[in-house]
């Protein structure tokens, strides 16, 4: 009786699905930011696995996510080629689908990072069926390959244990830095606050919207979420933003008022360059 049952990864060119825990991870990584290194320096060392636009895929099975990882972003090219250095390789070992949004916040008004994270996905989603959307700031580089930029059955803060908070988790609800959320969890809480203006206080907003759509954050543990941040000076037109305590009070009652639903933006030029999709927008900076 001929079996006609196609074997999964070996029938007519068909790919198997990948395994739960990639196999070729390393664990422990060494990462430091002294050397100087230029962004063709990059394209040449991980140029050849990808595609336009920093987009991957394993060639030997079929990845168990399809990931948009979203930076948002402004002037910090050197931090950018660090993260770009880093962070392919690794999302490589992890199997994973994806593809390197880049969110560039046009002209020098102040800076909104959680509205170019919103812009992010759906600009992301626009260009492929993207499930899962790990946001990540552009000086934050893993030092544990182990960490998945994938997403979990809650939403997943990545970067529990940052060297400049001395590895620790600095408060319980904390969900900055490098985060993940599913298409679903995402559209729950209508996505980020578009109102958060300068430093501080937008990943507390995500944290609560999170809490009060009945979902909780899933962690790895503090080994495995290590993470190394590369030292700056602080930003120009990125003081922090004196409205956040008291606007963090106001969630509740913003989440549906103020997110994905009401985001407004322009786009001023999508750009493709071989490690990531250079996005630059017009954020509408009020007067
Ligand atoms: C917190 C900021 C977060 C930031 C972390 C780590 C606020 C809200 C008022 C208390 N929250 O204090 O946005 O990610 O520090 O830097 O400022």
């Given at each position: 009786r001929p079996?006609t049952?196609?074997?999964?990864?070996?029938?007519?060119?068909?790919?198997g699905?990948c395994?739960?825990?990639?196999?070729?991870?390393?664990g422990?990584?060494y990462?430091?930011?002294?050397?100087?290194r230029t962004?063709?320096?990059v394209r040449?060392?991980v140029?050849?696995?990808?595609?336009?636009?920093?987009r991957?895929r394993?060639s030997?099975?079929?990845?168990?996510?399809?990931v948009a990882?979203i930076?948002?972003?402004?002037?910090?090219?050197?931090?950018?080629?660090h993260?770009?250095?880093?962070?392919h390789p690794?999302?490589?070992?992890?199997?994973?689908?994806y593809?390197?949004?880049?969110?560039n916040?046009?002209?020098?008004?102040?800076?909104?990072r959680?509205?170019?994270?919103?812009?992010?996905?759906?600009?992301?989603l626009?260009?492929?069926?993207?499930?899962?959307?790990?946001?990540?700031?552009v000086?934050?580089v893993p030092?544990?390959d182990?960490?998945?930029?994938?997403?979990?059955?809650?939403?997943?803060?990545?970067?529990?244990?940052?060297?400049?908070f001395?590895?620790?988790?600095?408060y319980?609800?904390?969900?900055?830095?490098?985060?993940?959320?599913?298409?679903?969890?995402?559209?729950?809480?209508?996505?980020?606050?578009?109102?958060?203006?300068?430093?501080?206080?937008?990943?507390?907003?995500?944290?609560?919207r999170?809490?009060?759509?009945?979902?909780?954050i899933?962690r790895p543990d503090?080994?495995?979420?290590?993470?190394?941040?590369?030292?700056h000076?602080?930003?120009?037109?990125?003081d922090?933003?004196p409205r956040?305590?008291?606007k963090?009070?106001?969630?509740?009652f913003?989440?549906?008022?103020?997110?994905l639903?009401?985001?407004s933006?322009?786009?001023?030029?999508?750009r493709?360059?071989?490690?990531?999709?250079?996005?630059?927008?017009?954020?509408q900076?009020?007067a």
């Open positions: 079996n049952t196609a074997t999964p990864g070996r029938s007519g060119g068909a790919l699905p395994p739960d825990v990639p196999p070729n991870l390393l422990s990584l990462v430091e930011f002294r050397t100087n962004l063709q320096d040449n060392l140029g050849p696995f990808l595609q336009q636009g920093g991957y394993p030997s099975c079929v990845a168990k996510q399809k990882v930076i948002p972003f402004r002037n910090r090219y050197e931090h950018l080629t993260w770009l250095y880093y962070l690794v999302l490589m070992r992890q199997q994973l689908d593809g390197v949004y880049v969110i916040q046009d002209g020098d008004g102040v800076f909104n959680a509205k170019l994270m919103n812009i992010g996905f759906v600009e992301a626009i260009e492929y069926d993207y499930d899962c959307f790990v946001f990540s700031d000086d934050l030092i544990d182990r960490n998945l930029y994938r997403c979990s059955d809650h939403p997943r803060h990545l970067s529990v244990a940052v060297d400049k001395n590895f620790i988790l600095p319980a609800t904390i969900f900055g830095g490098v985060s993940a959320l599913s298409e679903q969890q995402f559209l729950k809480v209508n996505g980020f606050s578009n109102t958060f203006w300068g430093w501080g206080g937008e990943d507390d907003d995500m944290s609560q999170i809490s009060y759509r009945g979902m909780f899933s503090s080994v495995t979420g290590r993470y190394k941040m590369i030292q000076e602080r930003d120009s037109h990125n922090p933003n956040r305590v008291q963090l009070r106001e969630t509740y913003n989440i549906i008022k103020d997110g639903s009401t985001l933006y322009t786009v001023r030029e999508i493709k360059d071989l490690l990531y999709t250079f996005v630059t927008v017009d954020v900076v009020p």
